[in-house]
């Protein structure tokens, strides 16, 4: 599934996620139960893909050097 991502694709997940991870911290007191759930959500899938399309990248890399 990660091979399905583009560079583009995967640095805008790793932008997303910075702005949420951000959110969180300069509003910690201003989320509900349900959005901080949902921004959980968000921040266990959004690196994961980068992190995987990255390993696979770098792998792919080596294979040819």
């Known amino acids: ?5 583009t560079l583009e694709q995967a640095a805008e997940r790793a932008h997303q996620t ?3 991870a951000r959110l969180v911290e300069d509003f910690p007191h ?3 139960d349900c959005e ?6 968000l921040l ?3 690196p994961g893909d980068v992190a ?3 390993i696979e990248e770098l ?3 080596e294979a040819k050097a």
């Open 1 to 5: 599934m990660s091979r399905e991502l």
């Open 18 to 20: 910075e702005i949420i």
């Open 30 to 32: 201003h989320l509900t």
């Open 36 to 41: 901080v759930s949902a921004i959980a959500t």
């Open 44 to 46: 266990k899938r959004l």
């Open 52 to 54: 995987s399309w990255m």
């Open 59 to 61: 792998a792919e890399r």
